[in-house]
């Protein structure tokens, strides 16, 4: 799923710039801290419904997109 779309969004006015799914209050460190603790997907949005399947697995693939792109050289 290619999404050109942001869906992580920073505003100093939001939660004092912390990290957080767009049109919602969610951090992203939210859902990374669900899945490090081997929580499935679906219990996140369970509890934050206000994110989207299509957002959590956007934020995801970016910052997997983001991790490979710092891992190799230039």
């Known amino acids: 799923m290619k999404n050109s779309e942001p869906v992580i ?3 100093p ?5 912390t990290p ?9 460190e939210t859902l990374l801290d669900y899945l490090e603790a081997g929580q499935p997907l679906s219990d996140f949005l369970e509890e934050f419904p206000t994110v ?7 934020a995801l693939e970016q910052a997997k997109e983001a991790l490979l ?4 050289p230039a």
């Open 69 to 72: 792109a710092r891992a190799r």
């Open 20 to 28: 957080v799914f767009v049109g919602t209050r969610v951090p992203l």
């Open 52 to 58: 989207t399947r299509d957002q959590a697995v956007a």
């Open 9 to 11: 969004h920073s505003d």
């Open 13 to 17: 006015e939001i939660m004092g710039g």
